[in-house]
């Protein structure tokens, strides 16, 4: 190989087939987002037992559901954008910490402010670590298989919650709610020193940042072991560089319409999606599912959007991304307005919609953030990703406080559907504007 011509790290994964390696970046982003979607869950697996020990209205546990997410928000803003500086790594390690500590504290609240306060420190460590997971497995993946990689990771998060549902509803009856804050902490903060030693910084960062070659090398050479390069090699990866990541760079060089309608289709997904999750348990409840059903419903609302997220992710890989998200989302529409008509019925076919809902809710939630990590190049991914879901976020603080409110004016349960279909609609039409990838 000649040494004075440029070598393009990105060009070099593009055309390699994917590496155990690389299966295991993908592996341990997705551990780091099982974790995160247990922990971000937790508190609708304990909302029903706390509200009846507590003496609470149910509404009251709105505002707790809110600033949980309104600390995603904060970690999203903050963390994107520092991990374009420091590096992916380091800001993962960072929000593990966070999310493990205040987890942990949670279970000393004994008061609506006391979950409130650390609702809102343990969402910002989550909030966090999601757009770097993101970013991460996009980096080390092939362009080829972008979408289907990234959605097989962070189906994890729905993971998680399957987990956690499944298991939390035959715990906490009998070792109280606090268990869950317990194991919600302590994994986290077991999973530091695994991180630390076997998740490697992305490759085309480093390059990006101008690392030491023997550093780069040792990482491509896992990729493939047969690779004839030396220290002398020079190494790029084909992209402008942004030198300071700032805000603005999301809207620049052709990137303000795609940043907005990325805005919207994230902010309307959260609005319906943490809506649906959070309040699920509690509506299925009150028309007499059995304690044990309401919360496993969260459970199987996750496991749809597993289902879901791969064969949407598989469908974007081989299709035209806009078009197969925007049919998904109409699709969810429907699929969510119908959930009030079957609640009369049994629990199976409410269990079922259940299902459906989470298919194509949570499934289309995959689909987009597979599709935003392939939108901005390497300099300004994590901050591009995490202002999405930032702004995202704020669709997801309203929602759920929305959510109680109706419930609050007792608003039909059949009309509760139906507005949260709306949404959905609006995410469709923000969708058919989008174009394919620019990067990655």
Known sequence: ?????????????????????????????????????????????????????????????????????????????????????????????????IVGVFSILTVTADTITGLIIFRFLTGIGLGGSIPNILALTAEYTPKRMLNTSVTIMFCGFPLGAVIGGLTMSRIIPNMGWEIVFYVGGILPLLFIPIIFIYLPESIRFMVMKGASNDKIIKILKKINPLLDVNSTQQFSIAENRVEKQYIKHLFTDGLAKTTLLLWVVYFANLLIFYS?????????????????????????????????????????????????????????ALVIASIGLFLDSSVSVILFMVFLSGFFVMGSTL?????????????????????AIGVGRIGAIIGPLAAGLMMSLDVSLSNFFIIWAIPAVIAAIAMVFLRGRQSC
């Open 276 to 332: 649906l999750i959070n309040w699920l348990p509690t509506i299925l409840k009150s028309v007499g599912v059995p304690i044990e059903k309401a919360i496993i419903s969260t459970a199987i609302f996750n496991l749809g959007g597993i289902v879901g997220g791969i064969i949407i992710g598989r469908l974007i890989d081989k299709r035209d991304n806009n078009k197969i998200l925007a049919f998904t989302y109409i699709l969810a």
């Open 1 to 97: 190989m000649e040494n004075n011509k440029q070598f393009n790290v990105a060009e070099f994964i593009n055309n390699e087939k994917l590496s155990r390696f690389q299966i295991l970046v993908i592996v341990l982003c997705g551990l780091i987002a099982l974790l995160d979607g247990f922990d971000t869950q937790s508190i609708a697996f304990v909302a029903p037992v706390i509200t009846q020990s507590w003496g609470l209205v149910t509404a009251d546990f709105g505002i707790v559901f809110g600033i949980g997410l309104f600390g995603l928000m904060v970690g999203s803003l903050i963390f994107g954008p520092v991990a374009d500086h420091i590096g992916r790594k380091k800001t993962i390690l960072i929000c593990l910490f």
């Open 367 to 387: 689909g987009v953030q597979a599709f935003m990590t392939g939108m901005y190049a390497t300099s300004i991914r994590s901050t591009g990703v995490g202002w």
